[in-house]
């Protein structure tokens, strides 16, 4: 942590030639369970990570915004009265974005100061890990502070949605920006994707001696994208052909006459968020009663349910999956949309570089691309650091 606070500060320095006036940083974020539930309006159990991105920022006497970051070579640079969606391109849209989505929430952009900005992150990009809430919340936070807003946590991640919705383009949830705003140390954050009310759920990794590992494939498929729009097209069927609203209003009570109603896969996608906000719930209840010794076949069956149901996952995450579990995981899932990224495993700590190897080695095996592996703590969610 303390080194990417200094990167923030040298980088600062250097793009810009004076001394910030502050840091502030926010982390990623893993999703323990609850996949592809968000845009369902059910519920989601992600956990802010201890990897983080830190913004320094220093107040300008004039009304222009400049954002630099080690990751781009290029400085953006924009007056706040031009900012809007479709003139902001690039890795600068984020931070930007968020900037002009302050403004829909209620800041008077006419009467703030400029800033510049320089980000440095040690959140790794595109691997399910949320960079993209990372520096959106960051920034959020910094503005909100400098600009003297005063909006809530709530707000300032439905601000990060908003930019990434309608200034990035991509159709995400508010998931990502809770947990990175609204994440506790050793905790993961319980979100209800329709009344947006967040609770704060203890984990107890540390107490119970287990830690969790990030295993990235790499992978990343082409239809993706195309992918989730036909989980979303067939979830929105299901719902229809129920006379529901959203498939958040159907129990695993309503399976037998969903399977009746619709044709068969249909029902299989239909299946698994039901079935999976139970076991999102289940996890709460499980992590509040008996701690988390006690949900590691939950994290399994929601890997099956991805796997068989959903058809979301690849060959590289069923191995993963496949040789966490035969190597001391007591439960491990794909995270994240599918179709590549990222698996977790929950690991006794003793057990971590027996895994790993057996990891290497499997893939190798099936000479599949070596992953990353890395295991992660639940951390704070955004602060100010300096
Ligand atoms: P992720 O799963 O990591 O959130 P996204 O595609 O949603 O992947 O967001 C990644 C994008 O966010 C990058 O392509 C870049 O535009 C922006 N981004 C993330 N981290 C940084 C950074 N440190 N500096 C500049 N841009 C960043
Ligand atoms: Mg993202």
Not at 91 to 104: R, S
Not at 166 to 172: D, E, I, N, R, S
Not at 339 to 345: C, D, K, R, T, V
């Amino acid at each position: 942590m303390t080194d990417i606070r200094d990167d923030a500060t040298t980088g600062f320095r250097e793009a810009y030639g004076y001394e910030p006036t502050g840091l502030w940083s926010a982390p990623g974020r893993v999703n323990l369970i609850g996949e592809h539930t968000d845009y369902n309006l059910g519920f989601v159990l992600p956990f802010a990570i201890n990897r983080r991105t830190v913004i320094a920022l220093g107040i300008r006497d004039d009304t222009v915004i400049r954002v630099a970051s080690e990751y781009a070579d290029e400085v953006g640079a924009i007056d706040i009265a031009e900012l809007s969606p479709n003139r902001l391109r690039g890795w600068a849209a984020y931070p930007l974005g968020v900037a002009w989505a302050l403004g829909q929430f209620g800041a008077d952009l006419g009467a703030v100061p400029g800033v510049d900005i320089y980000v440095a992150s040690v959140v790794p990009v595109g691997a399910g890990l949320s960079s993209s809430a990372a520096i959106e919340s960051s920034v959020a936070i910094a503005l909100n502070e400098v600009w003297l807003l005063g909006l809530d946590r709530p707000t300032l991640a439905k601000v990060g949605q908003l930019a990434e919705n309608k200034v990035v383009g991509a159709p995400t949830g508010i998931m990502d920006q809770s947990a990175s705003l609204l994440g506790r140390r050793d905790s993961a954050v319980f979100l209800d994707c329709r009344s947006l009310e967040a609770q704060v759920v203890e984990l107890g990794f540390a107490e119970a001696g287990l830690e969790l590992l990030i295993i990235d494939t790499g992978v990343s498929h082409s239809h993706a994208t195309g992918g989730y729009a036909a989980r979303r097209a067939s979830c929105e069927a299901g719902a229809v052909a129920m006379g529901v609203a959203s498939l958040r209003d159907l129990t695993v009570d309503d399976l037998p006459l969903a399977r009746a109603s619709m044709d068969d896969e249909t029902f299989r996608r239909v299946r698994h968020v039901v079935t999976e906000n139970q076991r999102v719930l289940d996890t709460v209840a499980a992590l509040r009663s008996s701690g988390p010794l006690a949900i590691g076949e939950l994290l399994d069956a929601s890997h099956r349910s991805m796997r068989d149901d959903f058809e979301i996952s690849v060959a590289e995450l069923d191995l993963a999956v496949e040789i966490a579990q035969s190597n001391g995981a007591i439960g491990a899932r794909m995270t994240g949309g599918g179709f590549g990224g990222a698996a977790i495993a929950l690991v006794p700590s003793g057990d971590i570089s027996r895994l790993q190897v057996a990891i290497d080695g499997g893939f190798a095996e099936h000479a599949f691309r070596q992953p990353t592996t890395f295991t992660v703590n639940a951390a704070d969610g955004a602060s100010r650091d300096r």
